[in-house]
């Protein structure tokens, strides 16, 4: 099966600073990789996706990076905003499967 | 369009107990997932229904167990209760099997004394 390792677990930065998490997959065959930010008290929401055949995506202040040669991806939060306060979680699905294998999360903490 | 709607949100049980979690799923979705998610770890997979039928199941015990209704919504069961299933369940809905998309629901949160 899959195993997605996230780093770091905690994150701190100052408002206006740029974030980055990052994590690593294990199946090859994985192609699919989305982005979750879950806020105290609710669901994770999907916030940004990237498939196989492409190497970055961006919405506005977020953008993720993928090497597939090197199995990792990456989220960068540019401008940071006190609400962007949040736990981000990555995930990847093992190959042939459309169930995600979550990473243990990334607790970002944005100071004012 | 209605997003994903669980009940109740908190719960409290005892070990032995059993226990029965709701989930209505996104307007137009027909797959539901159950999902635990234990204090400061990533959702852990437990099982899917589509159509009504299993559709997967993670690394769960058949104490846990489900149902999806014609409406696409969704009951998680769990027999037996133990302290370790406390935890937040979440249920993510999507359209079809194929699709790796889910949109999550705010959770059940569970805590077994």
């Known amino acids: 099966g899959e195993n997605v390792e996230q780093h770091p677990s905690t994150l701190s930065v100052q408002e206006g600073d740029s974030a980055v998490i990052k994590c690593t997959y294990s199946?090859?065959?994985?192609?699919?990789f989305p982005w979750y930010k879950q806020e105290l008290g609710k669901g994770p929401q999907l916030i940004i996706d990237?498939?196989?055949?492409?190497g970055e995506k961006k919405d506005q202040r977020i953008a993720v990076t993928l090497n597939k040669t090197a199995k990792h991806f990456s989220l960068h939060i540019t401008e940071t905003q006190p609400e962007d306060s949040a736990v981000y979680f990555c995930?990847?699905?093992?190959?042939?499967?459309?169930?995600?294998?979550f990473g243990r999360g990334t607790s970002l903490i944005v100071h004012p | 369009e209605t997003g994903v709607t669980q009940s109740p949100t908190h719960l409290i049980k005892t070990r032995g107990q059993q226990v029965t979690l709701r989930c209505s799923s996104q307007?137009?979705?027909?797959?539901v997932s159950w999902y635990q998610q234990a204090l400061g770890q990533g959702p852990q997979f437990i099982f899917q229904?589509?159509?009504?039928?299993?559709?997967g199941r993670g690394n769960f015990p058949p104490r846990f167990s489900g149902l999806q209704f014609p409406n696409y919504s969704s009951e998680l069961n769990v027999n037996a209760l133990e302290l370790d299933d406390s935890a937040l369940y979440l249920c993510?809905?999507?359209?079809?099997?194929?699709?790796?998309?889910?949109?999550f629901g705010p959770g059940t949160r569970l805590l077994v004394l």
């Open positions: 995930a990847a699905p093992s190959g042939g499967s459309y169930i995600p294998t």
């Open positions: 990237i498939r196989s055949n492409v």
């Open positions: 229904y589509y159509r009504e039928e299993e559709n």
């Open positions: 993510a809905s999507s359209v079809g099997t194929a699709t790796e998309t889910q949109y």
């Open positions: 307007s137009g979705h027909n797959t």
């Open positions: 199946d090859s065959a994985s192609n699919y």
